[in-house]
């Protein structure tokens, strides 16, 4: 009989760990489509299409809507990015299986390998989508100036981070509601669609406006990555410490709700979905 043999140190089984988080991101990010390349290529594409609408919308509009001096192009790039990135994280684990996952057959995976391969795999497509275009772009176009390098891909990685709370919170409510989760799953992707900010910010909107847009974690994190992005804009209605703690609370939760359903698995929750 086949046994996987455990590691009697603490520094082989950090290796061990990381080669199975490794292999479990390749075979996510392959799962997608058989051509890895291919599936990079379509989410380019998803972005310029996001792109080229809210261009033309605020074509149309006139780019007072922004009140930022600075590129049109920067301004929509910084929006859209962190929006994809943090829908695709809760996209990803959302529709994660809690406890008939096929993948845990196996000796030496869990839940948490999991769950890491799933959102490294998220998190490994949005990245070379975004090296890719900001290169095209700086090469066929124009150079990008960014103020703040660090400050924007910290909020970046923030963005990922909090899709990823949010993703957790679904994937344990989704073995005992699987119908349920699957429409606020798609009610809470189609409200960042308005609710994110990616068309304007938060200094333009007034106190009863802002009380609207407030809540939602991703609004404050495109806010404040945009102060990082634009040399003359200061964001002051938006912080990016209450996305993170929201982020750590919604992850303590999601997967103390992993834990419980994991406790209570059954074979056939596979027919309920």
């Not at 609207?212 to 804009?233: E, K, S, T």
């Not at 982020?247 to 994991?262: D, E, N, Q, T, Y």
């Amino acid at each position: 009989m086949y046994y996987f043999k455990r590691n009697q140190t603490l520094l082989g089984g950090a290796f061990t760990t990381a080669e199975l988080i490794f292999h479990a991101v390749v075979r996510n990010v392959r799962s997608q489509h058989s051509n890895a390349v291919l599936a990079i290529l379509i989410n380019i594409l998803q972005v310029l299409a996001l792109v080229a609408v809210f261009y033309t919308i605020m074509s149309f509009m006139g780019t007072r809507v922004a009140k930022i001096r600075g590129e049109l192009v920067l301004f929509l790039l910084s929006g859209v990015f962190l929006f994809l990135t943090h829908i695709k994280a809760v996209g990803s684990l959302s529709g994660l299986s809690t406890g008939n996952n096929p993948m845990m057959l196996h000796s030496p995976m869990n839940m948490m390998v999991v769950l890491l391969a799933t959102a490294c795999g998220s998190l490994y497509t949005q990245m070379m989508t975004i090296i890719i275009i900001l290169f095209l772009y700086s090469v066929a176009i124009s150079p990008i100036e960014i103020q703040d390098p660090g400050g924007a891909f910290a909020m970046l990685m923030l963005a990922w981070f909090t899709g990823c709370s949010v993703g957790v919170v679904f994937m344990a409510l989704s073995p005992w509601f699987p119908t349920t989760v699957t429409m606020l799953s798609n009610i809470y992707r189609r409200l960042n669609m308005i609710f994110s900010g990616k068309m304007f910010v938060a200094n333009a909107l007034g106190g009863a406006m802002l009380g609207m847009f407030a809540w939602n974690p991703l609004f404050h994190i495109i806010d404040q990555c945009r102060g990082f992005v634009f040399r003359n804009y200061f964001p002051r209605n938006t912080s990016w410490e209450y996305a993170l703690w929201v982020g750590i609370v919604l992850l303590m939760i999601g997967l103390l709700g992993i834990f419980f359903s994991r406790q209570h698995v059954s074979q056939s929750w596979g027919a309920r979905r």
